[in-house]
């Protein structure tokens, strides 16, 4: 059982007999009133996402995700495959159950397949992934001292900010689950 005080982002429970996993969460603390915790949660199923307010006191029955260990192979169409690394067997995925930290994943890449009795709902790619800068605005020597970001598309066609002094051809580490740039590799 987990209560809703514990919830944090990516966190599966059971809720109304359908498996769900948390989004975004947050505490508030209202001046007046009851403590409550504001979260959006997606029907790891469906796909649908919902918002709704819980007590910080709610117990839930905990959903145990399998993650399994793939490679991220190819893409046809909507269709992604990943690879077993034990078997060697190829998993197609559709497009929509992908995720938004996807696109920092390239081909060859190791990745986490989540499922839910034999149902896969999503991916998790690695926490960090080095990637490289493929098209940013010229770099300025010395620019190290502010925290001014200009934007960078990746290899991977996704689009981060990064410093001023990160130029094309650079790779950099960047945060799979916040988007963010983290430092030169």
Known sequence: MISAGD????ITFEL????VQVIEFQHVKPGKGAAFVRTKYKNVITGSVVE?????????PTAFIERKDMEFSYSDGDLYYFMDTETYEMLPINKDMLGASFKFVKENMPVKVLSYKGNVFGIEPPNFVELQVTQTDPGFKGNTATNALKPATLETGAEIKVPLFINEGDMIRVDTRTGEYMERA
């Open 16 to 19: 109304d007999g359908q498996v």
């Open 7 to 10: 919830f944090r982002n990516g």
């Open 52 to 60: 709704r307010s819980f007590n910080p006191s709610d117990k839930y």
